[in-house]
């Protein structure tokens, strides 16, 4: 489409509005006489004609130049509409801007000219994963959140008032009075001042609310209510409010709010991305985004995804090694898999070329039992650009529903290839035959002494000025503390009786062995015990010793499905690096 009467103002392309409603199908407005909206299927934007602040699916953006009447003609930024539509720029073989709109995939869902002009006859706003419907008026702008649906945030397009939505799992009902006892502990644990309160037993759904006044002088009414094993939080503040009394202009909007979704109403924005039990997930530097499970744990900037139960999700990007190939990675990654597990704790069950994303991938399917049964890991591997790609999918013993998602979320992954590489340069490299034989020294400048830590141990604490360390590995860790003024045979005495099991616990823990050694050229006792703990059997190795009046122990713990020659070794060599540096 060839955009006609366009002008520059300020580097920004103007166009006339009414455009987009001609030829694309989206529904254009005016309301309050100068607030704009402009709708298509799920996506909505808001401008206010003579501002350069507008919201695009409730994220606030600066425009290049405000929308302005000329001639009676509404002039708007380009760009941001067309952002709005999911559209792209391109420029014609003429020389002339064209817009580029793929239609959206239901039907339904594309913008009817109804004659109303609030988001497209949407009467009512609300969230159909977590159960909740709100009064949509005019003016209402919904906020960004972060990407976490349990939160919503909304403004007034006047900046008059603002509300926030919170909602939370809670297993056990709380009646009116309870839910505002807990409001009174809530607000007074912040330092507010409380200026009205009640609990409505008889209400449809009982629920609390109270007004109070903040630390900044703000005033805000909070609402809790209790609703099939949640609870649902609404907090509400006036910019302008002086008196509680100010608030009760705004009780038809809260007393609209319902713990229901009618998810067969067409005249209800839903605000939430799960569908099939998946949501979005995106990171804007990788240009990487995909869908998992909806009620996993969320962390979008390390793209890192956990369900309650232990499956998880991880991302990691890194450069690829010179003459690197998906079948060389996944010969690494099967060697990684042998070096770190015992032969009867791992399965390779499959591996299968793919396609990711329009590129080729490779998908490793495995099973591990640490010893508390089995769980299946996914290693899907892409590499594109010089980078790598690495996807890892496990699912816990037992979540057979979170290892049926695999494939779903798999197919959901789209990734920006050309943004990484604008993005980022020389990134990290995880080439396995390199890295684990490197080693980093530690160096304890207040303790006095120095370690050779492996490149492929992660560090949990690794501050070495203070008195503890430690770093995990694939199925075990490394503790160092360093207690000033201590005795020696005193702490193995402690971990002597620790070891004593005196209630004959068939999972342990028991003493192995208790041994009289040196390290780093100083006396030494080593205490070797085993255990089963939370259904994992493991072996800790300590080793306690002391030099300028401290007393040192180093603790090793290794699970026995991962206490192969290599990892033992590995251990051995660690701990023989430690010497001491004289500087204490």
Partial sequence: ??????????????????????????????????????????????????????????????????????????????????????????????????????????????????????????????????QWTLNYPSGLIAGNSGGDESVATFSSADNLYYVEIHVSD?????????LLEQLVREVEAGGEL?????????????????????????????????????????????NKAVNYKDFAKYTGLLNSFQPSFDTKSKKIRDLSTVKSGLRDAYNEDYGISLQVPADWSKDDQHLYYESKQGSHLSVAVTSAPAGSTLESWAEDLKMKTKENFVADAYILKDSNKSEISGVSAQINELQLNYGNGVTTEYQALILKNGYRYYFEYVTAA?????????????????????????????LASDDYKTLKNKTLTKVSKTYGYAIDIPSLWTPYQDIFETQSIEYRFSGGRLQIN?????????????????????????????????????????????ITAHQIKNGIPLRSKQVVFGKNDVVYTITVTLNDANATAEQQALLDKTLQSFRFTGSK
């Fill in 482 to 526: 360093s207690k000033p003024e201590g005795s020696v045979e005193y702490t193995v005495n402690v971990l002597k009786d620790a070891y004593q099991n005196k209630n004959n616990d068939p999972k342990g823990p028991r003493i192995e062995g208790v041994v009289e050694s040196t390290i780093a050229d100083v006396p030494a006792t080593i």
């Fill in 1 to 130: 489409m060839a955009i006609e009467r366009p002008y520059t103002e300020n580097g920004t392309v103007m166009v006339p509005l009414g455009v987009f409603k001609k030829t694309f199908g989206s529904t254009v407005s005016l309301e309050q006489n100068n607030v704009v909206k402009v709708t298509y299927g799920a996506h909505s934007g808001v401008m206010t004609i003579g501002s350069d602040i507008a919201w695009k699916d409730g994220i606030k953006v600066k425009l290049g130049s405000a929308p302005r009447m000329v001639s009676d003609v509404l002039m708007v930024p380009l760009r941001f509409v067309a952002d709005v539509l999911g559209a792209t720029l391109s420029q014609g073989s003429g020389g002339e801007l064209m817009v580029t709109l793929v239609p959206v995939d239901n039907e339904e869902d594309t913008p009817k000219d109804t004659g109303i002009d609030s988001d497209v006859g949407k009467t009512q706003i609300g969230n159909s994963y977590f």
């Fill in 170 to 178: 809670h297993a056990v009902a709380v009646d009116a009075d309870g």
């Fill in 398 to 426: 037992g979540q057979d529903d979170d290892k049926a998602k695999f494939k779903a979320i798999i197919s959901s992954i789209d990734i920006d290839f050309d943004l990484l590489k604008e993005n980022f340069g020389r």
């Fill in 194 to 238: 409380i200026l009205d309160r009640e609990s409505f037993p008889k209400a449809a759904v009982p629920y609390a609310r109270l007004i109070s006044k903040d630390s900044s002088g703000a005033l805000w009414e909070s609402r809790l209510l209790y609703a099939e094993g949640r609870l649902y939080e609404i907090y509400l503040t006036d």
